[in-house]
Nanobody, 123 residues
C-alpha cells in the first residue's frame, strides 16, 4: 500500500523559514520514483512547487532561490526547505509520487498523493 504523509506545516511570519517533510511507504526504492511538492491556495488551482527525480530537481519560478527540495532515501522522506517565506506562499502543500520522468510530469499525471499540510505565512 503506497502512502505519503506530509508534516511540518505551521503558521510562520513573513521572512521566516519552514521545512516540510513527506514520509513515503510502500515504494520499493525511492530512487526509482520522482517526488513532487504542490500547493493549493484558497480559491486557486493546485500548482507545482518543486520536484525531484534522483539528482534532477525542478522549481517553479516563484520559489526559485528560496525553496530547496531534497530526499533522504534511508529515511524514506522527501523535504521542502522554505526560506524567505511570503504571504503568497500560504497554501495547503501536498506531496506526490510518480514514475521517474524528467522533466517532471504535469500535475494531472502524478498518480500518488498525500493529504496535505497547511502553511500560513502571516504577521
Amino acid at each position: 500500500q503506497w502512502q505519503l504523509v506530509e508534516s511540518g506545516g505551521a503558521l510562520v511570519q513573513p521572512g521566516g523559514s519552514l521545512t516540510l517533510s513527506c514520509t513515503v511507504s510502500g515504494f520499493s526504492r525511492m530512487d526509482y520514483f520522482a517526488f513532487g511538492w504542490f500547493r493549493q491556495a484558497p480559491g486557486k488551482e493546485r500548482e507545482e512547487v518543486s520536484c525531484i527525480a534522483t539528482e534532477y530537481t525542478q522549481y517553479t519560478n516563484s520559489v526559485k532561490g528560496r525553496f530547496t527540495i531534497s530526499s533522504d532515501n534511508d529515511k524514506n522522506t522527501v523535504y521542502l526547505q522554505m526560506n524567505s517565506l511570503k504571504p503568497e506562499d500560504t497554501a495547503v502543500y501536498f506531496c506526490a509520487a510518480g514514475p521517474h520522468v524528467v522533466p517532471c510530469m504535469s500535475i494531472s499525471e502524478w498518480p500518488f498523493w498525500g493529504r496535505g499540510t497547511q502553511v500560513t505565512v502571516s504577521s
